[in-house]
């Protein structure tokens, strides 16, 4: 298993599968989460709805993760994460771990040689560019995945300069 990070825009990568940091209604958002509705076209959305009328009629649950087509994209599927919203008060690394866990889990289920994510949670969910990188590095390393490419790609410089510094 390689893990390489690199920086730009997610929606850009030939990949099997992009992971979307999403949020529980499936319905698409601002961040990467809007970048991939908007490059990936409405067949994305349709199987979304599709999959909260059907599995997920109160929402997909934070640390959990699911496929859908991957529309205009180069790639198979997206797979949609929900991190957890930075608490001060409240450890939640654990959920964060399980998005690249479940993440991972479901890949290896499609297939999947190849993954591409962000750094979930990073961004309008408030975590630090540091706990981001550190739970994303240490969780793909001991995740004991199948999946044998695997990508950080990260928009932001100080993102990426976090990641950089995990990977040593
Ligand atoms: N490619 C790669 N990374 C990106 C891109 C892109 N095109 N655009 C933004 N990022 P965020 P969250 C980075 O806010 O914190 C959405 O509205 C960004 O710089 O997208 O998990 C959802 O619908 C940051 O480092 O996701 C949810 O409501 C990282 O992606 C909520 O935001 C994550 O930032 C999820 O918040």
């Not at 298993?1 to 499936?26: C, F, P």
């Amino acid at each position: 298993m390689a893990i390489t990070i690199l920086k730009g825009d997610i929606t850009g990568q030939r990949v099997d599968a992009i992971v979307n940091a999403a949020n529980s209604s499936l319905m698409g958002g601002g961040g990467v989460d809007g970048a991939i509705h908007r490059a990936g076209g409405p067949a994305i959305l349709d199987e979304c709805r599709a999959l909260r009328a059907s599995k997920y009629g109160r929402g997909l649950p934070t640390g959990q993760a699911v496929a859908t087509t991957a529309g205009r994209l180069d790639a198979r599927w997206v797979i949609h994460t929900v991190g957890p919203v930075y608490s001060a008060d409240e450890d939640r690394s654990a959920l964060l771990a399980s998005c690249y866990r479940e993440s991972l889990r479901v890949a290896g289920e499609l297939g999947a040689a190849s993954v591409a994510f962000p750094a979930v949670s990073a961004g309008v969910y408030g975590w630090s560019a540091e706990s981001a990188a550190q739970i994303a590095v240490d969780t793909v390393r001991a995740s004991g995945t199948e999946v044998d490419d695997i990508r950080f790609v990260l928009f932001n410089d100080e993102v990426y300069a976090a990641f950089e510094r995990e990977m040593g």
